[in-house]
């Protein structure tokens, strides 16, 4: 298909040689790209048992099928692999400027394996894909390698990059792949994958042209989504300040449906960081390792990470490739980060902390310093360590120090407890960099319960918060029951991404899908808490619509706008020259779902034990606060949605009648 570049190439580090390999347009017709594509040759290509941190995984860097076609926000790029983190199928979404630089180089995705003897940087511009000495960058971070690069680099196209930093270089379970300064992948250990095989960086500058069947119906789609988007502002009467009341606004106990185009006013004015208070009040952001409330970080905390804290020092707007709405931003924290200890960061490329920093880093920990966060997200994205599971880990560490479980001299001197910011930045630093009382917590929530388990001899699963070895985004489960079955039944376990009743209510998909359930103006939010197959329908279509944008390059904030605004099944016929319904495409997006359902089967990975700890189920529930008295069944609601999947509601498995359907 003219959309795709018909082929993708395979690495093998260890030898050093390549291989192209050319995919027939079933394939592509099947699959799509992105994470479908890399779903099928992943299933196929690592064998049952492989070690996530051994040559036999395979990492890849997927481009989308909508990537360089003229459609607007579809330059997402995915990395895929065996995750060390969960053990099973992992993949990690990112922005920035990659993926259209994979495209450029003459594939849909690029596939390494084996273990360079080593360090290496992949190179792939006009004279072709080659490999070279990186010995001289090992040890940098990944902010530094990068430019680096770019200030050696002579060809006369300026090469787009993805590089590891020194936590990904020790192997950190936790830690992802940068790409233009600090746009991250940074979740399922990808970053791990990466330093295990020694490639410290892929280097692409490519001049391949990229195609498109309607370029004039591209151009129209494009258009009228670049007008409305345009159009959507926020009220000049409406400041920072009005941001707790529009918490409190979303956390009534009637849902009105709104229109989803409303959200790119609030990404354009602040980005995701709108949502740094008012997810307190409406009990979305989860507070004191989950079990906290707004009782434990009353507004005269929360004001103190509200968003102008950071578009104050906000320097121009940050917009990935191919992006109208620009949600992110570039910070001038001159005297901040090396007053406290840090690297001077050069001012020019330092992109802000994002919502799930936030929360990670504040709510989650009590803490209020809002300095301390811009440093946090400095060492993340230079470590390359995981925002939303360097944080919960934290969490998780100081809850340890108040229960006991840690004693002194493990602590090294950290007076770890409750909103101790400095502490808060010593350990992370300690975990960024494996050293003393930092390795017990460098590999993630799951492996540092683990490690104080065979010291202590306690259990310490109740507040070990994770699914299947993931933190879980920074939405609480007991504020949207949908989150909390996307984080217990996704084959990622733990992602933020997958499914809401938030996000379903906006998309719209029931005015594009035909059995997609439809959403009344207005209902009372209690039927959310309910396992019924209606729920269950609008888990499994919000899920299908995210697998089709991870095919396509697209990015879930346009998807939120809704399918009437930004219309992926006309942009996927348009681009594609194909005349599919959205019922056809929808069933491409169960496939690559059931795909990564298989991969993680293939690889021993039980779902059952994937759901999430009881705290965020509300077992107990809180007896103050917005989600005070939630309860979530998420055992039940989990196996509705793998009843309309079409797997065995029993345990996750996929019906044979399923796959045979699927072609699978």
Known sequence: MINNMGKILLVDLASGSFEERTLSDSIYRDYMGGIGLAARVLLDEIP????????????????????????????????????????????????????????????????????????????????????EPAAELWGKDAIETELAIKAQWKGQKKPAVAAI??????????????????RYAARSGVGAVMGSKRLKALVLAGNKKIGCANPEKMRELSSRFSERVKKSNVPKFVSYRQLDLLGKMLGLPIVFRLNGILSTAFFKKWGTIYNNTGGIVNGDTPIKNWAGTIKDFPKEKYEHINAHWVTDRETKKYFCYSCVIGCGGICDVNGIIENRGGKDTGLSHTHKPEYETHAAFGPLCLNDDENSIFICNDICNRSGLDTISAGSTIAFAIECCERGILAEQQL????????????????????????????????????????LSELTGKDLSAFAIHAGGQEPGMHDSRMDPLMGVAFSADPTPGRHTIAADVYYNVMRLWTKVSWAPAVPQMYLKETEYKATAEEARKAVASTLYKQLADMAGGCLFAMITGVKNWDLFEMLNAATGLNRSPDEYMEIGRRAQTLRQLFNLKHGVDPTANFIPLRLQGKPPLSAGALRGKQVPIPEMVSLYWREMGWDESNGVPLKQTLERLGL
């Open 412 to 451: 090294e001197g950290l007076d770890l407890r409750w909103g101790s910011s400095e502490a808060i930045i010593q350990l992370l630093k300690k975990m960024a960099n494996r050293e003393g009382v930092g390795a017990i917590f460098a590999d993630g929530t799951k492996k540092a319960a683990e490690r």
């Open 165 to 182: 930093g020194y936590a990904a270089e020790k192997l950190s379970l936790i830690s992802g792949i940068s790409n233009d300064g600090g």
């Open 48 to 131: 049952a048992g492989a070690d996530p941190l051994g040559p036999d995984n395979i990492l890849a860097f997927m481009t989308g099928a909508l990537t360089g076609t003229g459609s607007l926000v579809t330059g997402r790029w995915m990395v895929a692999c065996k995750s060390p983190l969960t053990g099973g199928w992992g993949d990690s979404n990112c922005g920035g400027n990659l993926s259209p630089a994979i495209k450029q180089c003459g594939y849909d995705g690029i596939f390494f394996k084996g273990i360079s003897p080593a360090p290496v940087l992949f190179i792939c511009d006009a004279e072709g894909p080659r490999l």
